[in-house]
């Protein structure tokens, strides 16, 4: 969904690129917001005695569905609404959908990591989960900005899904692993 934004900017590449950097943006604060909140209510439970275990157990099982499901889905079976009354402005839709999308929670997340993210999450404070969650969104829509770069007509634009599936699925796989790793090096030799 996100890679197909960049056909709504067209009339103009200028006009293409503030709406993209727009969504980019927002879905930045969207992941903010909701790293925030679960930085906070980790806080509040006092998770971080219990952080490396809540991220290893959740690394495990991460990497098993990762390994052992070739097509998954996390979380939401929703999309983002794709049609908007003519009254809203272009900038109030993208301004809402990189909201949704950044958060991860409201839209399709094909990629395990998100998991492991989002109970690092609940475990290392608000402040960390503000930083880590934007980085996310931003990391997550930046894809929508490749299309407006290169150009890319509405065919060429959805066929990238296809595409960078195979290695985001293989990218996915090796960040658990590495997230296994760290867990396993902590726990046993860092202590």
Same mark, same amino acid.
């Given at each position: 969904? #996100?890679?197909?934004? /960049?056909?709504? /900017?067209?009339? /103009?590449?200028?006009?293409?690129?503030?709406?993209?950097?727009?969504?980019?943006?927002?879905? %930045?604060?969207?992941?903010?917001?909701? %790293?925030?909140?679960? %930085?906070?209510?980790?806080?509040?439970?006092?998770?971080?005695?219990?952080?490396?275990?809540?991220?290893?157990?959740?690394?495990?099982?991460? =990497?098993?569905?990762?390994?052992?499901?070739?097509?998954?889905?996390?979380?939401?079976?929703?999309?983002?609404?794709?049609?908007?009354?003519?009254?809203?402005?272009?900038?109030?839709?993208?301004?809402?959908?990189?909201?949704?999308?950044?958060?991860?929670?409201?839209?399709?997340?094909?990629?395990?990591? *998100?998991?492991?993210? *989002?109970?690092?999450?609940?475990?290392?404070?608000?402040?960390? #989960?503000?930083?880590? /969650?934007?980085?996310?969104?931003?990391?997550?829509?930046?894809?929508?900005?490749?299309?407006?770069?290169?150009?890319?007509?509405?065919?060429?634009?959805?066929? =990238?899904?296809?595409?960078?599936?195979?290695?985001?699925?293989?990218?996915?796989?090796? =960040?658990?692993?590495?997230?296994?790793?760290?867990?396993?090096?902590?726990?046993?030799?860092?202590?």
């Amino acid at each position: 969904m #996100g890679l197909s934004l /960049g056909l709504l /900017g067209r009339g /103009g590449t200028g006009r293409a690129w503030r709406y993209g950097i727009l969504h980019v943006v927002m879905a %930045g604060v969207g992941g903010a917001v909701v %790293g925030g909140l679960l %930085g906070l209510v980790g806080q509040l439970l006092g998770l971080a005695q219990w952080r490396w275990w809540i991220i290893g157990v959740t690394a495990l099982v991460a =990497l098993g569905i990762a390994l052992t499901h070739s097509s998954y889905q996390l979380l939401s079976q929703r999309q983002v609404p794709r049609r908007w009354s003519p009254k809203y402005r272009l900038t109030t839709v993208y301004t809402v959908w990189g909201l949704m999308m950044g958060c991860g929670l409201y839209t399709p997340v094909y990629h395990t990591a *998100l998991l492991v993210m *989002l109970a690092t999450q609940l475990t290392v404070g608000p402040t960390v #989960g503000i930083i880590s /969650g934007f980085l996310f969104g931003i990391v997550r829509q930046s894809t929508s900005l490749w299309p407006v770069a290169r150009h890319y007509d509405m065919e060429r634009t959805m066929r =990238l899904l296809e595409e960078l599936r195979p290695g985001a699925r293989l990218f996915n796989i090796l =960040l658990v692993t590495a997230v296994l790793v760290l867990v396993v090096y902590e726990v046993a030799f860092a202590r």
